[in-house]
RNA sequence: GCGCCUGUAGCUCAGUAGGAUAGAGCGCACGCCUCCUAAGCGUGAGGCCACCGGUUCGAAUCCGUUCAGGCGCGCCA
């Protein structure tokens, strides 16, 4: 039952004007004393040349209650509703309960395609606490979106290209050790990094040098490629343990050296369309029209660069994918660079270019400033996971000595514990990393979400025990205002998931869950669901099954295993 | 210099298409396990919503100025 929706109608058969209109004008007043739903008058003011306190009487007076809707109040400019609590837990429950794990997912993506490029790590560099924002933003993207009914594809658009690996082999070849690299891997390859920096700076032949390096891996040279494949081996087993950590799989690791032999088309295109100027020796789209500095396509040496490369992947991705939209999760850093070339994009006629879409997220730094990876300032991402499932087997000793699969819990919920913190807040938010925060578990955390979850399956297999579930539930046995808030808080959870997907904020979704868990830990501490009524147990059974429906299918969203125990 | 973003409680942040007394969490001070998981629940203190002006019946929210911080601005990615 959608109770928005009727009272809308109410009001445009007292009106006459259109429910479409008014439905959206309903608002949730600040205190539930006030009602349940409200329609502010003030927008009929002019329309009716009235002061809203009479609007509002007036349509008390005239209104026709709809069903489900107890009463009304005029109060001030307000038009209060309050809701039949029976009529109000019944449509609250009946979705929870039907869809169980998968509330709120849908089919209106109707199998359409999203692309998204998530993540994107570079080879031979560490996979640092500045990477956790991209990799866990997209990974949720990705499950909302899917959760939708919309087919995905998980792209880690991987930096392995330039001349960084000529760095890397010369430092390699002067100062590396094969058993060292194997066994150290990136720590290794970016102690490697640090030094050929260093020593670059005291020798400028080892910059030729490293260009000579890249050449012959661009050249196809056996040795310079066989280093490299290296390296990239490497890289991957090492990261892939922190995605197997975060659950994490993609359906495409085409990264930049997978476009090398695709930009070709791009320039032609471009050239083809007359959209290419010849400007100081670099071939660049001019989009001074545009209020933007030009999208430079060949630098003047005839290399290509970041633009052409993307535009490359977009075309391509657009002919093997058809996506229905392509999202760029890349810090806001980018923004004029993404901004220029989906402007290329469109120019090149293609109308899609509406369809590629950059979810910026905000700069991670340090309390002592500005990541570095090339001076070694870094916090691996490992690192910190690892602290936190320590941190977490710890506590577990401490307060659940009886707990089985210590070791299992404590990832679970260690993991989950740094997931939450970066997808707790609007993207755009900028994050200075601490320690404390990223291992913090009380309040408004991962960890809060998973104990109340594990609360919930604790209560439901008391209940599951004895059978308490079987019957008819009587909605009439939530009425108090505790069951009430915890019901609305579930009723609003596939809302909040849609409305994830349409602005690219999982922070909407952990809200949701965090609303959900608040309002049943209150019903919890206030209320005894294994009441010795069977009657009023079932209804609060229910309830609690709804509630753990809307935890678990948020925590999996946002990419949080829900424990069962902890 | 120009462009974009941000500015809400000591700290980190919510605040839904302008609407009723501006909300959480952390931290601080108290209180609650003879009761379904205390990683929980409650109470209290704490605000010129950066500033000034405008639009409006009504502005944290929209517009303009100013201030502060961040990011970016043709051959890095």
């Given at each position: ?42 927008k ?9 306190p ?31 609590p ?12 039907e ?71 010369v ?30 700076e005291?020798?400028e ?13 661009e ?52 050239k083809?369309?007359d ?7 670099a071939?660049l789209v ?17 290399a ?44 090149m ?11 910026a ?40 000595p ?37 291992l913090?578990?009380?309040g ?8 109340t ?65 608040s ?8 209320h ?10 079932r209804?609060r059974?229910?309830?609690?099954r ?7 299918a ?13």
């Amino acid at each position: 039952m959608d109770f928005k929706r009727n009272i809308a109608e109410a009001i445009g058969k007292c009106t006459k004007i259109d429910a479409d209109e008014l439905v959206d004008l309903i608002e949730i007043p600040p205190d539930p004393s006030m009602g349940d739903f409200a329609f502010p008058c003030f927008k009929l003011a002019k329309q009716f040349k009235k002061a809203p306190p009479a609007i509002a009487s007036e349509l008390y007076a005239s209104i026709e209650l709809p069903d489900g809707v107890k009463e009304a109040k005029a109060a001030g400019g307000y038009l209060n509703f309050a809701v039949d609590p029976n009529a109000f837990a019944r449509a609250a429950l009946k979705r929870a309960l039907e869809e169980g794990e998968t509330y709120g997912a849908s089919d209106e993506g109707n199998g359409k395609t999203v692309c998204i490029d998530y993540s994107s790590i570079n080879i031979a560099k560490p996979f640092h606490i500045g990477h956790l924002s991209s990799t866990v933003i997209g990974h949720s993207l990705y499950r909302i979106y899917r959760y939708l009914g919309y087919r995905c594809v998980g792209i880690n658009h991987m930096g392995d290209w330039g001349t960084q690996f000529g760095k890397l082999i010369v430092a390699f070849l002067r100062w590396g050790d094969k058993e060292i690299v194997e066994k150290e891997k990136i720590r290794a390859l970016l102690e490697l990094y640090v030094r050929f920096h260093d020593e670059a700076e005291k020798d400028e032949s080892l910059d030729d040098e490293a260009r000579a390096w890249f050449k012959k891996i661009e050249d196809g040279d056996e040795q310079a490629l066989s280093i490299f494949e290296w390296f990239k081996r490497l890289t991957l087993e090492e990261i892939g343990r922190v995605y197997d950590l975060l659950g994490i799989r993609f359906d495409s690791y085409a990264g930049e050296s997978f476009y090398n032999d695709k930009m070709g088309r791009v320039v032609d295109e471009l050239k083809q369309k007359d959209l290419l100027k010849f400007d100081n020796g670099a071939y660049l789209v001019d989009l001074e029209e545009y209020k933007m500095p030009p999208c430079i396509i060949l630098r003047s040496d005839g290399a290509s660069l970041y633009a052409t490369r993307d535009i490359a992947a977009a075309l391509y991705r657009k002919d093997t994918y058809d996506f229905y939209k392509c999202l760029y999760v890349v810090a806001y850093q980018q923004n004029l660079h993404f901004k220029q070339w989906f402007k290329v994009v469109e120019l090149m006629g293609y109308g899609w270019s509406k369809d590629l879409e950059h979810v910026a997220f905000g700069m991670v730094s340090m309390a002592e400033g500005t990541l570095s990876t090339r001076r070694g300032k870094v916090v691996f991402l490992e690192e910190v996971l690892e602290a936190a499932v320590q941190k977490t087997f710890e506590v577990i000793k401490e307060k659940s000595p009886d707990l089985e699969d210590k070791e299992l819990i404590a990832r679970q919920v260690g993991v989950g514990a740094v997931v939450w913190n970066a997808l707790y807040n609007n993207r755009i938010k900028d994050v200075v990393f601490s320690w404390d925060k990223a291992l913090n578990f009380d309040g408004e955390t991962g960890p809060y979400a998973q104990y109340t979850h594990a609360r919930c399956c604790s209560v439901l297999k008391k209940g599951e025990d004895i059978g308490a579930e079987v019957g008819e539930i009587d909605y009439g046995a939530l009425e108090d205002a505790e069951s009430i808030a915890l019901l609305k808080a579930v009723s609003a959870f596939p809302d909040a998931v849609r409305e994830a997907a349409a602005r690219y904020e999982p922070y909407l979704v952990s809200r949701s869950v965090i609303d959900v868990c608040s309002t049943f830990n209150k019903f919890y501490y206030d209320h005894r669901i294994m009441e010795a009524d069977p009657v009023v147990r079932r209804a609060r059974l229910a309830l609690t099954r709804a509630a753990r429906s809307a935890i678990a299918a948020g925590l999996y969203l946002l990419g949080i295993e829900a424990t069962q125990k902890m």
